[in-house]
């Protein structure tokens, strides 16, 4: 398997612009995560979806950020407009999902798309 | 409230040297799973091990070692006789049944210096 691939893995871009990241899961996988990480705040989970639907966006920033699922092998998340304190590593993860009996499900992780915004 | 606390922001010692990585939690939950992740210099995050909040018995996985202790909410993890490979941050996280996600620990930084 693949792993979950992420693009782009880098991106520089002027403040203003759209910027969308692309994640695809592992194959089987149904739960997909979208987290962010810089140095101030750490790994921050911004949203996740389940089956395809979105579960809990509590942690998207504000409404310059979304994300959507059309597919079970597709996810982008999705700036606009951007601005500089956007810069961080954005990790995509997906799992199994949660199963009652099974419990938490290990999340494997993409290698991140480090954004830059200028 | 759910939290995770890694108290060390960074941590340095020789190589062959023994080093434990602290992890606090907080959860009003029963039922919860912890887990490590190591994310090296390359950026990826790398699964180490997931545990249940019934079972607190220690695990020990060739030079790492993991010791959970629900009554000081720890889940401590040891690294015995450190190599320079070992360099990495290192995450802590806590899973909880009611709310269906995984939230992390601001992470160790963990230097091995030949």
């Known amino acids: 398997d693949a792993g979950v691939i992420q693009s782009p893995r880098h991106e520089v871009t002027e403040m203003g612009q759209e910027v969308t990241l692309r994640c695809k899961p592992i194959s089987g996988h149904n739960s997909l995560f979208w987290y962010r990480q810089t140095m101030m705040r750490g790994l921050e989970l911004l949203i996740y979806f389940n089956n395809n639907v979105p579960i809990d966006d509590s942690g998207m920033p504000e409404d310059r950020f979304s994300a959507k699922m059309p597919n079970a092998s597709f996810s982008t998340l999705k700036i606009q407009p951007s601005e500089p304190r956007d810069s961080a590593v954005y990790f995509c993860?997906?799992?199994?999902?949660?199963?009652?009996?099974?419990?938490?499900?290990?999340?494997?992780f993409g290698a991140g798309s480090r954004l830059t915004v200028l | 409230a759910q939290k995770v606390t890694q108290a060390q922001t960074e941590i340095s010692v020789v190589e062959k040297e023994d080093v434990t990585l602290d992890c606090v939690y907080e959860t009003r939950d029963t039922t919860y799973y912890l887990f490590w992740y190591k994310q090296p210099p390359s950026g990826e995050l790398v699964f180490l091990i997931r545990r249940n909040s019934f079972d607190e018995q220690n695990e020990i996985s060739g030079r790492y070692s993991w010791n959970f202790q629900k009554s000081t909410s720890s889940f401590n993890f040891t690294i015995t006789a450190s190599q320079v490979v070992d360099s990495a941050v290192y995450f802590c996280?806590?899973?909880?049944?009611?709310?269906?996600?995984?939230?992390f620990g601001k992470g160790t930084r963990l230097h091995i210096l030949p």
């Open positions: 993860a997906s799992s199994e999902g949660r199963d009652r009996e099974s419990g938490a499900n290990v999340l494997t």
């Open positions: 996280a806590l899973f909880m049944n009611r709310d269906d996600k995984i939230i």
